[in-house]
């Protein structure tokens, strides 16, 4: 059955993460391979979303994508559910990526943020962890792979703004079998296909007027103030704005 949500003046289809689909990234492939819930879902993706065309119009003349994900509380065998996770490739004729801005609408969420060495995937120079409720703002820089985390017992549902112009990166993080830290019922567990792990480093999410929001606005509103995000299109003009965020 399909699973849809109503924003604004439209209805969007999600596209579904299904429980086979996260074995790849993993921490309990004992729990994984007793398992007959294979095909259940574990995870939405309502991508592309704007309340009106005037506003879709506007996001995608200026290359962003507007997107909500909701991520049921549960269990991955002994691992909190979570989203697959990824990177993000370079900007043409650059060697900065693309970064993304992520704001907790409802529940809480606990993101992963890491960065490793070019081309060696397994040697990781730095691990990021961010514990947001809702309104919270997290900041995904240039250089970072991420993953959510939903620690909780309610759904998360969170919203992101990003770039439109380039598909995000799966095969590190699949091929290592997840980030570099699971986390599980007892603390974050350190993933062992990872050649070099450094210890975490526990952030708070940004101050709401890091993009010059009110307290508990929803971000989704700087379809009015577009301009505003062009640090997600053309980072390499705003390598100072992203400095000190992690």
């Keep these: 059955m399909e699973v849809t949500l109503k924003f604004g003046d439209k209805v969007t289809v999600a596209d579904v993460r299904k429980l086979h689909d996260m074995e790849d990234a993993a921490f309990d492939k004992e729990w994984f391979e007793r398992t007959d819930a294979r095909t259940e879902d574990m995870y ?6 704007a309340k009106n065309d005037a506003d879709l119009q506007a996001i995608k003349n200026n290359h962003l994508r507007y997107d909500i994900t909701v991520i049921p509380a549960g269990m991955l065998g002994s691992e909190f559910t979570k989203t697959l996770g990824h990177y993000h490739p370079q900007v043409p004729g650059t060697d900065v990526s693309y970064p993304e801005i992520y704001q907790v609408l409802e529940g809480s969420a606990t993101y992963l943020l890491q960065k490793v060495e070019h081309d060696n995937e397994d040697n990781v120079l730095d691990v990021a962890v961010i514990t947001a409720g809702k309104g919270d703002l997290v900041l995904v820089p240039p250089g ?18 990003v770039c439109r112009d380039f598909s995000s990166v799966y095969e590190p993080i699949k091929r290592l079998s997840g980030a570099s830290y699971f986390l599980l019922e ?10 070099n792990v450094p210890p975490i480093r ?3 999410p ?6 010059g929001l009110s307290s ?4 989704y509103d700087l379809i009015n ?3 505003k995000l062009r640090f997600l299109t053309s980072p390499q003009d705003f390598m100072g704005f992203f400095a000190g965020v992690l």
């Design 144 to 161: 970072y792979g991420h993953v959510t985390i939903n620690a909780s017992d309610k759904t998360l549902e969170m919203a992101n703004w």
């Design 225 to 227: 103030e577009i301009e």
């Design 44 to 49: 939405y993706m309502f991508r592309d979303l």
């Design 202 to 204: 526990y952030l708070k």
């Design 206 to 211: 940004l101050p709401s007027n890091y993009l």
């Design 186 to 195: 007892d603390g974050f567990a350190k993933n062992p296909l990872y050649r």
């Design 216 to 219: 508990g606005e929803n971000m």
